[in-house]
């Protein structure tokens, strides 16, 4: 009779254990579901790359950010990558962000005019493209080289870092901008 009732228990123990799984498997995979892109990562960084495209001779800017950041730091409540790249509004407000946010300039401080090219998403990332109109069309000279600004999303995110990198005549030189360093950042070639 013993054997038979610590039968019974075993698996009644085994039942209740069974059972306390998948309610633990069900409540992951709640949180799972809704839990939004802005919580799928902790990392708050973004690459910014300057330099000559060597079949136009245009000096490109191309930056590369979380698209979920970009779209909550543009106040968009749920990240709808068609409604914000995809669309008119949705360019001109990351147009308006990024230049409120990402200045260039010669190492004098004369700040480089910009041309929007657009902005396109991969679902990951977002990417924003400009040309940078250097004043001779050239790289910036080894002595003053290139002043950068470049808060994107830092009036966001505390955390946020940026990395811009410089490639001129097969030389690259990079300037990092996050927690503790926000002041313009000099590039020289010398």
């Known amino acids: 009779m013993r054997s038979a009732l610590d039968n019974s228990n075993s698996r009644a123990r085994g039942s209740s254990l069974l059972r306390a799984l998948l309610r633990l498997a069900a409540l992951v995979g709640v949180i799972l579901a809704v839990s939004t892109p802005a919580q799928a990562h902790r990392l708050h960084a973004g690459v910014a790359e300057i330099y000559e495209n060597e079949t136009t001779g245009e000096v490109e800017l191309v930056i590369r950010v979380f698209a979920h950041d970009l779209t909550e730091a543009l106040g968009f409540d749920q990240y709808d990558p068609e409604a ?3 669309s008119v509004d949705g360019q001109a407000a990351i147009e308006a962000y990024l230049r409120a946010t990402f ?3 010669d190492g004098e401080g004369y700040l480089y005019d910009l041309t929007w090219i657009g ?3 991969d679902e ?3 990417y924003a493209y400009f040309t940078v109109h250097l004043p001779d069309g050239t ?3 080894a002595d003053t080289g ?3 600004d470049n ?3 830092s009036d966001h995110f505390d955390d946020q870092v940026m990395m811009t990198n410089f490639r001129f005549n097969s030389r690259v030189r990079t ?3 996050g927690p503790g360093q926000r002041d313009p950042v000099r590039i020289r070639w010398d």
Do not use: K, W
């Open 151 to 153: 808060d994107i999303l």
């Open 146 to 148: 290139f002043l950068v």
């Open 103 to 105: 200045r260039l300039a």
């Open 175 to 177: 300037a990092m901008q």
């Open 119 to 121: 902005a396109e998403t």
């Open 139 to 141: 790289a910036p000279a």
């Open 84 to 86: 914000v790249f995809a």
């Open 124 to 126: 990951e990332f977002g």
